[in-house]
């Protein structure tokens, strides 16, 4: 028994050893495997793509390659997954690429000074701690992805071309310690959620456009804060005046000289103050000190401003207090006009707050307004309301009391005009009819109106004002000047205003976005639900601007939706709403894809006039958007063969994705941003001519179509 289980032992070795024999064999002859994680290599890879495979990042590849075992130029690694990315100071050129979300572990990224041009990319790396994008050529604002980079202590995009409004994107961003904006093209108020920076002490925002107050700023515990050549106004909040570092020359505002013992920068734009030396290196006479009776003056001077500035402040405390006693005493009988609501819209927001209210992105204290609806009882709403209040007679003076000339549209709940005010602005006003809301969306209109006038997103088009007076209720929109998108594609019949191929993604690209706004940035998410061609209005550079966002809270009653809404949405309309009335944010995907393929084919979502088998656009396009040989039949013929066939056959993939029948199949918004991004990136690799820049197509020698937009 011992000599067999010896022998069982051995032959079991001997085996063992074979077998690790061949399995040696078998990794000698593979190749060695890529150590560093795929979605990082990817990445990488796109970026030095995009960044036109520059000779100065050694070790980059555009295929294959290995990023952390090759030692690739700025990359820093920690086992297979990259956490570091610096290429600053090298003279690169190109843009940043699509893919840099697939970054899951970086937490550097520093492009700092070069040449890097273009918006900066929608997505950034999601746990990223460090971003460094100073000295470079970016245009555009700054993506919506900072609102879920929660981890983010350092954002410096100074010394770019950023222009418009710095985005509300900062509540969720308490680790932040250092933000630099500075000189850059910003405009307008500084965002409500600055409230929430915690723990900022470094904020460098000089040699911008900023306009309005600083007081989002009084809570919060600087030790810098840099303001100067911006356009700010009014009082500075004396609680920076305790700021070590604070620099704010170059404004219009009524406080400036600093309050006494203190030595703040106010003509210096540097890093501090600093002594005037006499001709032999030492202070001359005159400055060696002061007269007694200038300090005198001093000193009473500074007392005085002081015993002011207390009596201002208990004057207001009384006086809020009087509001308060007020505003109780009178509850029962109390009536809120809408002057009223926007009065106190304005005051709110310029306080310090930090409540969450229904917009992620919009942050603000709610401001609880009462008022009496028509049954006599007494309804609570949100607040505030960022949009203009108008008088009905400034209205109807800017429309020539709604005249059919003025008329440029109708919709679900009433018609929309054009208004041409004595300052010289144009708007769109849209009048909604009385019978199109019920009672109980007449008491919500002004809380519709409150969630619709913080919708801030450069593709949507933004509500500027309302009117809620003698029982009018109106909408005031910024004016669109070159019609609807469904009008250029449907009645167009000027040639010269055919939409190429490429201003085509382009409003796919736009919308999308759109809509990702509202379904993944807002909270709780916006549904659209009435998502087609005639709300997508195009401006005189055909960038896309989605109208009736919000409008939802106003749904019209069930004649009317059934009379207008449904007649003229059906095609856009997903199964689901069709057979059960449910609508969500998949349904919204799905009218998205209708709306991509009147892009693509030119054709109306409903056409009675066509053959019985194709007046459905949806379900004769269906079946061929695999099928290339099929799909280049269905291209539009007004793009006259106009377009790349690989980036056409991309653009069928996301159509077929988004009209699926079940809406959990269907992508969320995000992933089709994506999708259409990385149609436009692999386009703009290709070679372009810098004189087009009209967003046309033109034809090569080898018939390949050559993107000239992106």
Known sequence: MGYSNRSFSLSMTRLLLNELVVLGLIFASTPAQCVTDSSDVQALQVMYTSLNSPSKLTNWKTNGGDPCGESWEG????????????????????????????????????????????????????????????????????????????TLTYLNVSHNMLSLSVGDYFANLARLGTLDLSFNNFSGDLPLSFSSLSNLSTLYMQNNQLTGSLNVLSGLSLTTLNVAKNHFNGSIPQELFSIPTFIYDGNSFTNEPSPPGRSHNKHNSGSGGHTSPGSDGQSSDSDNGLSAGIIVGIVLGSLLLLLVAVLAFVFCIRKNKRKVSGARASRANLSVSTGNVHTETQEQRVKNVAAVVDLKPLQAEPVMVERMSKNGSLNRMKSPITATSYTVASLQTATNSFSQEYLIGEGSLGRVYKAEFPNGKTMAIKKIDNAALSLQEEDNFLEAISSMSRLRHPNIVTLAGYCAEHGQRLLVYEYIGNGSLHDMLHFSDDGSKMLSWNARVRVALGTARALEYLHEVCLPSVVHRNFKSANILLDEELNPHLSDCGLAALTPNTERQVSTQMVGSFGYSAPEFALSGVYTVKSDVYSFGVVMLELLTGRKPLDSSRVRSEQSLVRWATPQLHDIDALAKMVDPALNGMYPVKSLSRFADIIALCVQPEPEFRPPMSEVVQALVRLVQRASVVKRRSSDESGFSYRTPDHEIIDMSF
């Open 75 to 150: 990359v820093t690694c920690e086992g297979s997954a990259v956490v570091s990315l610096d290429i600053s100071g090298l003279g690169l050129s190109g843009t940043m690429g699509y893919l840099l979300s697939d970054l899951m572990s970086l937490k550097t990224l520093d492009l700092s000074n070069n040449n890097l041009h273009d918006t900066i990319p929608y997505q950034l790396p999601p746990n990223v701690t460090s971003v460094n994008l100073a000295g470079n050529n970016f245009s555009g604002n700054l993506p919506y992805s900072i609102s879920a980079m929660i």
